[in-house]
């Protein structure tokens, strides 16, 4: 990543800008130090905003969505994740992983009370670990990306192959699909 326009720092010397939730499963990781933070405008904390302004090449973003999937009466959570500027792959390929009958996006209120962050810095990172994470291999195809922290004010930088590591990740093939987020 050349002329980023981004300072990124250490996370665990700079613990103040990432959400308790992510603060915690961040130093739980065997590979703590290799995960970096940096200050960002709140204003462009979206992922094609974001690769704009700081001048990231969007291959090397990803953006996050929290859906809950219904089956009678079971829900199950999942965060997914496929670079910036994909559409999620909502209606079949998640729908048939879940084996649910509807998958829609999970209620706002409900991401934010369980994941302890904030609207607009989702990230797989930190999320309760009894949700599943599916990850288009797209994302996994850049060395490192750049994800949100949990906090609105600032993006992490982690090395792909951690993301691997999270509880429930699961490499899904499709999920990502042509067009604006």
């Known amino acids: 990543m050349e002329n980023i326009l981004l300072d990124f720092k250490p996370v665990i010397d700079n613990k103040d800008l990432v959400s308790s939730s992510v603060l915690e499963a961040i130093l739980d990781l065997?590979?703590?130090?290799?995960?970096?933070?940096?200050?960002?405008d709140q204003n462009y904390a979206g992922g094609l905003e974001l690769c704009e302004r700081y001048k990231v090449d969007p291959k090397y973003g990803a953006n996050c969505l929290i859906?809950?999937?219904?089956?009678?009466?079971?829900?199950?959570?999942?965060?997914?994740?496929?670079?910036?500027?994909?559409?999620?792959?909502?209606?079949?390929?998640?729908?048939?992983?879940?084996?649910?009958?509807?998958?829609?996006?999970?209620?706002?209120?409900?991401?934010?009370?369980?994941?302890?962050?904030?609207?607009?810095?989702?990230?797989p990172i930190g999320i309760p670990t009894d949700w599943l994470i599916f990850i288009d291999p797209l994302v996994l195809k850049q060395d490192k990306i750049i994800i949100g922290s949990g906090l609105k004010k600032s993006k992490l930088m982690i090395p792909s192959f951690i993301l691997l590591k999270l509880p429930n990740a699961i490499i899904l093939e499709g999920l990502a699909k042509e067009g604006n987020e």
């Open 30 to 40: 065997n590979n703590k130090e290799d995960i970096l933070v940096a200050e960002i």
């Open 67 to 123: 859906v809950e999937a219904k089956r009678s009466d079971a829900k199950t959570y999942a965060a997914l994740l496929v670079p910036v500027g994909y559409k999620y792959n909502m209606s079949t390929v998640v729908r048939k992983q879940l084996n649910a009958r509807m998958v829609s996006v999970a209620p706002l209120n409900f991401v934010l009370e369980n994941t302890k962050m904030e609207y607009g810095s989702i990230t």
